[in-house]
């Protein structure tokens, strides 16, 4: 454990100095400033805009920070030879890709994190007569949000371990639209009784392998109250599973393949 998180604490340092998601950060935090130019809506749609805005603002800018931290953290050791000088060193393969990918997801949290916070702090002050309970909505749809960009990042790291960077940048972002916008229409055809067998099959094969990111956008139970998740508890329990549980087999078949690869 001690060498996964010294590699972790390594890949965090070495993302913070990235100037290119300092930028995607900053975008996105000046994006979360222009909120207050939302007042001249009434007082019910600027709610609704501002917390719609703010979730956009900070899912697309965490999708971006996630696959463009991951898409080079193998690729770039490999083409600057420093991982030779790491695996000659009793360091296993799984415990440097295990190690990037903790550091990966801890640089990940912290600009999640500083995000979330400047989220709350702009919808406090535009919205003081807010209760408590949206505050603590705003930080429910954030950590959502964080599992789903975890897999995302498990995803990116795996396919890092045998794709080009470029490849794996519209290979993992093509993953993230299809697990997020139509992972319905695989279940649709599963569930409906006029579907034939092997459409069935098919869709259930294909909805059972891609990450199904959608299941953790519970960003309209948050900006419409009368949209309501049922059994909260229960829901938040077996999304966090499911993200564990796919994060955890992604990232074996990263270990598989990186313990194969010629480097």
């Known amino acids: 454990m001690r060498v996964i998180f010294s590699i972790a604490a390594t890949t965090i340092g070495e ?3 990235r100037r290119v998601l300092l930028v995607i950060l900053l975008v996105g935090t000046l994006l979360l400033a222009i909120a207050p130019g ?3 809506l009434s007082a019910r749609q600027e709610r609704t805009v501002l917390k719609s805005f703010m979730f956009g603002t900070m899912q697309l ?3 971006a920070i996630a696959i463009i931290l991951t898409v080079y953290l193998i690729p770039n050791e490999i083409d600057r030879r420093t991982i030779y000088t790491i695996l000659c060193k009793p360091v296993r393969r799984w ?3 295990v190690g990037k990918y903790v550091g990966a997801i801890g640089a990940l949290g912290m600009m999640m994190a500083l995000m979330t916070f ?5 919808f406090y002050v535009m919205q003081r007569d807010a209760p408590v309970s949206e505050l603590a909505g705003i930080g429910q749809v954030a950590v959502m949000y964080y599992v789903q960009m975890c897999i995302l990042a498990a995803v990116s790291i795996t396919l890092s371990t045998f794709v080009a960077p470029l490849v794996n940048f519209f290979l993992s ?3 993230y639209l299809v697990g997020t916008l139509f992972t319905s229409v695989f279940e649709t055809f599963e569930q409906n009784s006029k579907t034939p067998g092997l459409v069935k099959t098919i869709a259930h094969l294909v909805g059972s392998l891609l990450p199904n990111f959608s299941r953790f956008n519970i960003q309209n139970s948050a900006i419409n109250s009368v949209q309501t998740i049922g059994s909260e508890t229960r829901y938040y329990v077996e999304s966090g599973v499911y993200g564990v549980m796919y994060i955890i087999a992604t990232i074996i078949v990263g270990m598989l393949i990186f313990e194969k690869r010629e480097v």
Do not use: D
């Open 61 to 63: 800018t965490s999708a």
């Open 38 to 40: 939302l007042q001249v």
């Open 15 to 17: 993302a913070i100095r």
């Open 173 to 175: 972002g093509g993953l």
């Open 95 to 97: 415990q440097f890709l």
């Open 118 to 122: 400047i989220s709350v702090i702009l």
